[in-house]
């Protein structure tokens, strides 16, 4: 896998710099009382909207929702057949300094993927964890080898 490596947000584009922010301001508003772990994310759409999501937990645990496919839903609903160009995504924790970005999880990585291959475009991933480096990566894809995708079926 490939991916840019930024050792401070300072460094990045303005636009990139700008979504990550964004990304942090939804991270404030995520429901994370079990795990204490927060994720926001901000998606970027081809029309300039920006969209937010952060994790949603529910005391019946396997219904928690992550930020990254909040932050999908919304954007596909509100704008619907518009293509998301970049996500950023960041997350906190009550417990430690995350320190290194947090990567989206396995599920999330799957519906990403499936974002990019129906809209026909890169979605660029922007991640970083409470502090520290600021990790870019060209595509979903890239986060996803060898992914299962619907031309199988
Ligand atoms: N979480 C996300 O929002 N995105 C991920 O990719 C990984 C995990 C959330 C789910 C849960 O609310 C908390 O982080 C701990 O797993």
């Not at 029309?47 to 932050?71: D, T």
């Not at 960041?90 to 993927?113: I, M």
Request: with cysteine; charged share 20%; glycine share 6%.
């Amino acid at each position: 896998m490939q991916w840019q490596v930024f050792a401070d947000p300072a460094d990045l584009p303005p636009a990139e710099r700008s979504l990550l922010g964004r990304a942090v301001e939804a991270l404030e508003n995520a429901y994370a009382p079990y795990s204490n772990f927060l994720v926001g994310a901000a998606a970027l759409l081809e029309n300039g909207e920006v969209v937010p999501g952060f994790n949603i937990e529910n005391a019946a645990y396997p219904l928690c929702l992550c930020a990254e496919r909040v932050a999908l839903a919304a954007a596909e609903s509100g704008f619907p057949g518009i293509p998301v160009d970049v996500l950023a995504i960041t997350v906190r924790s009550a417990r430690h300094d995350v320190q290194e970005p947090a990567s989206p999880c396995g599920a999330c990585r799957q519906v990403l993927f499936e974002k990019e291959w129906r809209q026909g475009s890169n979605i660029r991933i922007i991640l970083r964890g409470a502090t520290g480096p600021v990790y870019v990566l060209p595509s979903a894809q890239s986060l996803l080898p060898l992914s299962f995708d619907p031309d199988f079926l």
